[in-house]
């Protein structure tokens, strides 16, 4: 779609740090409340005699016994206020790697292997929790191929790192360079990628067209997400303590971020779908990753072909130091499948009384409702990085714009699976408000008037979204857009309910705002409009949109986005979507419906 058919935004919109406008409806004081800052316990060093133990036992292919040491020390005196013990980065880049790398879970040969990965993901999870993303240094962990950092670590320098640090000279700053692994160094995760929106992009792609994978990959990205939110939790409140900025400039998402021209590739990450394109832009991380292993190799792991340890000969156990590309993989290997699409998918029903409409859930076209939640939570990320630091990332505008992009072409199911109150609920509601106005604003009929995307109530809903229905008319329009155009009224008037109250009920001592936007909106405006005028706007819109849904409408053309979409399903989705509309708003409204 053409950037130029997108609903601008007005400049309120976006406040930069100088701006001394009205507050917007993303700054503090208008959105959610913050919620406290955890209290994270102080973080120590790992001694030398401790790294130097964690070090040999990943060396000699003993993960889960490291990552037991580690835990306990990470644990002991939690019932104190005495620091926890942490490791290094350079531990840090390992264990991320082995709580992902294949032949540690999806293809791993033993059950202890398994074990180690498991143990992996869940010392990561308490590492967060317990010592928070700044003393963790997890930012540090991330060191990848592109970095210079990362290279100088990957040399294969041989450090003498068994030389005791008697003294704190910088001469020791390198102690910690090599772990003798392959894990650690050519096969590691950041060895792989050039950046984590590769990692992101082919997370996702796991969702749609490789199940199996993607419940590993569904774990690493959890953990992840979690230090994201977490890392710009302690970031936004320590800026506010100092009135700056400068803290969440060197945010761990706002490193991921930065870079020229980066702001469209990463919303591709977001939406990766499994086509074609997507998984030539994200492919698998290791080679033949997304392949499953036979039964009979699971059930009867061959010896391994390294079985001795030798540190002064350079045998350094099990996984020894093959490269990412070797033949530890067997040759009668599976060949990697999608998703079958014989198992029957979830389904979603809409119902009036007299009608029972039924299609597939949505949510599957973008790997379910577990990988759209993650998907969710980092857009409402992107959103909080994009209002902060516009000049870091991109401005809003852009992102939505960017969005818009991604979201309108989808199909009606997976459409409305994006803007239920369960799939927005990572945004703050007049972050969410605004995304939905936007999207709305670009499908909506010429006669619907104009209408700042910062600020909305009832008078602004009643006027500018309710009664109207999607651009064209008859041949004119688009199959399943007049049913885009119903959910996003939908959203907003749920929106609306919750945030604001039902018009004319508002409570002594309710905490809910008048209106989604400015603290100087107007209430009495909002209040003075009657129910059953609002209503009325609702009903038109709904009959308004039907109508022009039986009209039917074109379908996409060769080349366009969902040219090969099943357009009778899409038909037939819109008008059962629609039919029930009017009973569901009106419910909400508290309306009686007309018999």
Not at 209 to 221: M, P, S, V
């Amino acid at each position: 779609m053409a950037s130029s058919s997108h609903p601008p935004l007005s400049p309120a919109t976006v406040n930069t740090p100088s701006s001394q406008a009205a507050p917007s409806p993303f700054s503090s004081s208008t959105t959610r409340q913050r919620p406290p800052t955890p209290r994270y316990r102080l973080a120590r060093e790992l001694s030398f005699e401790l790294r130097e133990q964690v070090t040999i036992y990943f060396e000699e292919g003993l993960d889960s016994q490291a990552l037991t040491l580690l835990q306990n020390l990470l644990i002991a005196g939690s019932s104190s206020s005495q620091p926890a013990f942490v490791p290094p980065p350079l531990h840090l880049s390992l264990i991320l790697t082995l709580a992902i790398h294949p032949s540690l879970n999806t293809r791993a040969k033993r059950p202890d292997l398994l074990k180690a990965s498991n143990l992996a993901i869940q010392y990561l999870h308490t590492l967060n929790r317990t010592v928070g993303p700044a003393n963790a240094r997890i930012s540090e962990g991330f060191r990848f191929s592109k970095s210079s950092a990362f290279t100088s670590r990957r040399s294969g320098s041989n450090v003498a790192r068994r030389k005791h640090p008697d003294s704190p000279t910088e001469d020791n700053a390198e102690i910690d360079n090599t772990i003798h692994t392959d894990l650690a160094q050519g096969g590691s995760l950041f060895a792989q990628v050039d950046d984590f929106w590769a990692a992101v992009g082919f997370a996702f792609n796991c969702s749609v067209a490789y199940g199996k994978r993607w419940e590993r990959w569904h774990l690493w990205l959890s953990y992840m997400l979690s230090v994201l939110e977490d890392d710009w939790a302690l970031a936004d409140a320590e800026d506010e303590e100092n009135d700056s900025y400068e803290r969440r400039k060197e945010s761990l998402l706002a490193k991921f971020a930065s870079g020229r021209e980066s702001e469209r590739r990463i919303m591709r990450a977001v939406f990766a779908d499994g086509s074609s394109s997507s998984l030539n832009e994200f492919p698998e991380i290791w080679k033949n990753e997304c392949r499953e292993r036979r039964e009979k190799e699971k059930s009867t792991p061959r010896p391994s072909k390294k079985t001795k340890i030798n540190l002064e000969e350079g045998e350094f156990g099990e996984r020894g130091f093959l490269s990412s590309s070797s033949s530890d993989e067997d040759e009668d290997d599976l060949p990697s499948s999608p998703l079958s699409p014989s198992t029957s998918p979830p389904s979603m029903t809409y119902s009036n009384s007299t009608t029972l409409t039924t299609f597939p859930d949505g949510s599957l076209a973008l790997g379910g409702t577990p990988a759209l939640a993650l998907r969710m939570r980092l857009l409402s990320l992107l959103s909080t990085l994009a209002t902060a630091l516009p000049s870091t990332f991109t401005p809003l505008s852009s992102l939505y714009s960017l969005s818009l992009d991604r979201i309108r072409p989808l199909a009606l199911p997976t459409f409305l699976s994006l803007l239920t109150p369960q799939s927005l609920s990572p945004f703050a509601p007049d972050v969410a408000s605004s995304l939905v106005q936007y999207v709305a604003r670009s499908l909506l009929e010429a006669a619907a008037p104009a209408s700042s995307l910062d600020e909305l109530d009832w008078g602004i809903f009643e006027v500018a979204y309710a009664p109207y229905a999607a651009a064209g008319e008859g041949k004119g329009g688009v199959v399943g857009e007049n049913g885009k155009v119903g959910v996003c009224v939908e959203a907003l008037l749920g929106m609306l309910v919750r945030e604001v109250g039902v018009l004319g009920e508002e409570r002594e001592g309710d905490s809910r705002r008048h209106s989604l936007g400015s603290q100087e909106s107007g209430f009495s405006r909002a209040v003075a409009v009657e129910r059953e005028k609002v209503s009325k706007a609702v009903r038109e819109g709904c009959e308004r949109r039907l109508e022009r849904a039986r009209k039917g409408g074109r379908r996409s053309r060769k080349g366009e986005a969902g040219a090969k979409r099943d357009w009778e399903e899409e038909r037939r989705v819109e008008l059962g979507y629609l039919e029930g509309a009017w009973e569901r708003m009106s419910s909400v409204l508290g309306v009686e419906e007309e018999k």
